[in-house]
């Protein structure tokens, strides 16, 4: 893609408005192209100064004016006489702070949003009642959703596999419904929770290969319009297992 093609999105990467996978490629573009990186620094402090003179209400007098153009003549020199070098250092820096900061900022949103799902995971297991719905078998458990949720999702056959199916139960991410699904493998208890990719979800990484977080084995990607994340204490290969089954079962 062109720089031309990129810029179309820099102001829904600084409104955190884009999908993951929209985010994850200008941010590529943004740490190899130091244009499109002064223009996304641009554009977030004008947001800013915009956001600022809103709140603030400021509207300068006669006298302030006066001093600003004052200033501003004295301060004007001839171009060969102005310290360009050390202007375009200054930029640059500060062009390359902004990109990490937006990285980072958007680091930390995606772990937070993966510990959200942890926790969840985490007080279902010492739940009473851990599922709303209790069944093996995947024509029960999928149905139970039908109008609890704004979208439907296909279950794999577990019958040759060491998978079972528990039960599921209505959760909300953010206040948006989700469907939290229960598995069991060898005394080890898997959930399976499954999103409508929105805007809002970009939060979460686009796609991770098993990994672990807070002792936790992960996996997360997306598909088909929704986002699935796989969450248990079992080994990352029993969760990327599990994930192979789901997402053959949206591909049958």
Request: aromatic residues 10%.
């Amino acid at each position: 893609m062109t720089c031309e093609n990129w810029r179309v999105w820099l102001d829904a990467y600084v409104d955190e408005n884009c999908t993951p996978e929209q985010f994850a490629g200008i941010e590529d573009h943004l740490q190899s192209c130091s244009s499109c990186a002064a223009e996304a620094l641009a554009r977030l402090q004008l947001k800013r100064a915009t956001r600022a003179a809103a709140a603030a209400h400021f509207a300068p007098s006669s006298e302030f004016r006066l001093r600003i153009e004052k200033t501003v003549q004295k301060s004007r020199k001839p171009l060969w006489k102005s310290a360009w070098i050390p202007g375009l250092a200054t930029v640059s820096v500060l062009v390359l702070i902004t990109v990490f900061s937006l990285m980072f900022s958007r680091y930390r949103a995606r772990e937070q949003a993966i510990a959200e799902l942890v926790d969840l995971h985490v007080d279902t297991l010492a739940s009473s009642n851990p599922v709303d719905v209790v069944s093996t078998d995947r024509h029960t458990v999928k149905p139970w959703f039908q109008g609890k949720l704004p979208y439907t999702f296909n279950l794999p056959e577990l019958k040759d596999s060491s998978f079972k199916l528990l039960g599921g139960k209505l959760v909300y991410i953010r206040d948006n419904p989700g469907a939290q699904l229960l598995f069991e493998l060898r005394k080890h208890q898997i959930s399976v929770f499954i999103l409508e990719d929105q805007p809002n979800s970009a939060r979460l990484p686009a796609a991770v290969p098993p990994s672990s977080f807070r002792g936790f084995s992960v996996e997360t990607w997306s598909q088909a319009g929704l986002r699935y994340v796989v969450i248990s204490d079992t080994s990352p290969a029993d969760v990327h297992a599990l994930a192979d089954l789901l997402r053959s079962a949206e591909h049958p």
